[in-house]
């Protein structure tokens, strides 16, 4: 668990750098508009799902079924940002969305599959993130966290369940000789890193003075595969040791690795989520980890069931490899210290 005194000395840290920075800034370069301007785009990872608050609540009319939470990082940072300001207000506005991929933040709506009180019929398709966000020449600063559903990784690690369940069948080579039909794993890496540039492209276009910051993926996956519970719903279930080590190398490090690789392309700012929680993936005790497994503990608003998959079972709600509430504090810090120093520049 995150120990408190650390998280004291982080912030300590982080404003002083804001206030030092600050000072050194010449008069007149805090631009004259009453306050910052911050859109937060992105997938599940992003909007929260199961952790905190539903935001929209629960029975109001504007819910778009993207499952935006207060417990996301977005939320709390922008908590920090009101108590520690930056020369002024820092106006956030959310348009994350579970389930989104690169596409769905400039280039194609998307329709949203949240369990929650989906209405009859189903959810609506919602407009790009970009144009809900409303980007434009006022915004300061875009944050992204995105790409894992383009793989798709969570179809990926649901394909290692089902194979995990065999004897004679792994989930390496299956993505790295795949049957036809089905893109090999270095297609897929290479498919995501083009449209995670066609991506930011359109981003810069839509908010030409926005500095622009992407956030990595954590460490969801152990360093040791054999550290996972074979078959245990609130690790990672069936999904064989030697494909977790797999995933973890060729896939969830590899795509990280090209989203930085992409940033860096367009001199925007990376934040590395993965290197601070090492250690607290989804196979740790339930004290340590940062991320629930296929099962896990949720708000009592998620599901205990979605489709086949019965987590109820086991006493716990489907949660598929997402972060918790530490988990979102992690990330909600090295994003708040790159905004502080992103405002900065302003």
């Known amino acids: 668990m995150r120990h408190p005194v650390s998280r004291l000395r982080f ?12 000072a050194l800034l010449p008069a007149g370069s805090v631009s004259a508009a009453d306050q910052y301007e911050w859109a937060a785009l992105g997938d599940s990872y992003t909007a929260g799902g199961f952790v905190g608050d539903p935001l929209p609540a629960l029975g109001d009319p504007a819910r778009d079924g993207c499952d935006r939470t207060s417990g996301a990082y977005p939320g709390l940072v922008q908590q920090e940002l009101d108590e520690f300001p930056v020369g002024k207000p820092v106006n956030l506005t959310n348009v994350s969305c ?72 792994n989930c390496r080579e299956y993505y790295t000789n795949p049957p036809e039909g089905e893109e090999s794993i270095e297609e897929k890496l290479a498919r995501v890193q083009d449209e995670y540039i066609e991506m930011l492209a359109l981003v810069h276009q839509a908010a030409p003075n926005a500095k622009v910051i992407t956030v990595g993926y954590p460490a969801v996956l152990p360093e040791e595969g054999n550290d996972c519970n074979r078959l245990s719903l609130t690790e990672l279930g069936s999904i064989k040791h030697a494909d977790i080590d797999w995933l973890r190398d060729s896939v969830l490090k590899k795509l990280n690795s090209s989203i930085q690789r992409v940033t860096n392309f367009f001199g925007d700012r990376y934040v590395d989520v993965y290197s601070s929680s090492v250690g607290h993936d989804a196979c740790q005790p339930a004290e340590e980890k940062w991320v629930e497994g296929i099962c896990g503990d949720a708000a009592d608003y998620w599901p205990t069931k979605v489709g086949k998959l019965n987590c109820g079972l086991v006493g716990k709600r489907v949660t598929l490899v997402h972060p918790n509430a530490e988990g979102y504090q992690n990330t909600a810090n090295h994003v708040e210290r790159a905004i502080r120093i992103a405002l900065l520049d302003r």
């Open 11 to 22: 912030r300590a840290l982080t404003v002083g750098l804001a206030l030092a920075a600050s």
């Open 98 to 169: 579970g389930n989104a991929t690169t596409k769905n933040i400039a280039i194609e709506k998307q329709t949203p599959i949240s369990p929650v009180q989906p209405p009859e019929g189903g959810w609506p398709a919602v407009d790009t993130q970009i144009k809900r966000a409303k980007l434009g020449d006022g915004t300061d600063v875009v944050t992204i966290g995105v790409g894992g559903n383009s793989l798709p990784f969570g179809g990926m690690l649901l394909k290692c369940l089902e194979l995990g369940a065999t004897l004679d069948k």
